[in-house]
């Protein structure tokens, strides 16, 4: 559900390559104050695919934007058909090792801050406190008359009692807790209003076509201002919703580290970008810098 990109950007043919070696971020970890920014990718090991790597969800998935959401009541039968069903699987996620190691980080005093593209609150679910959801969170609900917030889970229960015999088979499940159906498959999906005013409700999330709140990316660059290092993991940082961090942070001097298997917008601002999978790796520097990744960790709500 983030901002669908206007500009495509060069080729990655100019851009540095990438390394296996850790050393780094685990120097920029030991030194302490590091801000983290994540993406999908962290989150693919946990079974929740990611938008653009081998075999994202763009390649055969056209997410819901803003405009389209807010223009017809079919559009939104569609949308919450799709996600009430994807949002069954969707919940039962759990953190994986990177979002584990990530917690430990914070846990010993190596984090400034943690800022997340992501919507699926795993996290959070991790042990990881004061996350920044950048472009929100599938776990509540908004109603766009009253402006009322709602815990996801009440909503389901309330789609659920409006469409008992609804249980279809998805092909697939996106990053956006979206489940692929076919027109058929929704048939006359009944969608509920707000229960305070009978508005249109809305997940808590920034829709591709929408904008940021000001506010929270003010925010985010204050975090990027007292850090004194930037570590992206798992982002291509191809919106920049995500890229103008790592180039706030490179334009004032700060080391920007990537772990990312692909090549990413941000590699030209970055002292490297480590090409290994997330959990594997953020496992082992947390090994080396002596730091204990808890093994048990909750399901979002």
């Known amino acids: 559900m983030r901002m669908r990109p206007t500009l495509s950007w060069s080729s990655t043919e100019d ?27 962290i989150s693919t090991e946990s079974g ?14 056209t997410p819901m934007t803003y405009q389209d ?6 559009a939104r039968r569609r949308y919450w058909a799709r996600s009430h069903l994807g949002w069954r699987t969707f919940r039962r996620a759990r953190p994986n090792a ?20 992501n919507v699926d609150g795993l996290h959070q679910a991790a042990g990881s406190d004061g996350v920044v959801e950048l472009h929100g969170g599938l776990d509540r609900v908004v109603c766009l008359s009253c402006g009322a917030l709602s815990p996801r889970r009440e909503l389901a229960r309330r789609l659920a009692e409006a469409n008992a015999g609804f249980r279809p088979v998805a092909a697939g499940i996106n990053p956006d807790g979206d489940a692929d159906l076919t027109d058929e498959q929704v048939g006359d999906f009944q969608v509920v209003p707000c229960a305070a005013c009978g508005g249109i409700l809305k997940p ?34 191809t919106v920049m919703s995500g890229l103008r961090f790592v180039r706030q942070a490179a ?36 090994e080396g810098l002596g ?9 979002p709500d």
Do not use: W
């Open 204 to 237: 808590d999330v920034v829709f591709f076509g929408e904008a940021v709140p000001p506010a929270r990316v003010e925010h985010c660059r204050e975090l990027v201002r007292q850090a004194a290092a930037l570590l992206v993991l798992g982002s291509s940082l």
């Open 98 to 117: 990177g979002h584990r190691a990530v917690a430990a980080f914070g846990r010993h005093g190596l984090l400034s801050g943690l800022i997340t593209q």
């Open 291 to 299: 730091v204990a990744v808890d093994g048990e960790t909750a399901a």
């Open 48 to 61: 929740i695919p990611d938008y653009r790597g081998v075999g994202g969800s763009l390649s055969r998935h």
């Open 15 to 41: 851009l540095p390559p990438g390394t296996t070696d850790l050393a780094p971020v685990a120097g920029v970890l030991e030194g302490g104050g590091v801000l983290v920014l994540s993406g999908a990718g």
């Open 251 to 286: 334009e004032a001097g700060k080391p920007v580290m990537i772990v990312n298997r692909d090549p990413t917008r941000g590699d030209r601002h970055a002292a490297a970008r480590v090409a290994l999978p997330l959990g594997a790796a953020l496992t082992a520097v947390a």
């Open 69 to 74: 959401f807010t223009a017809g009541d079919q």
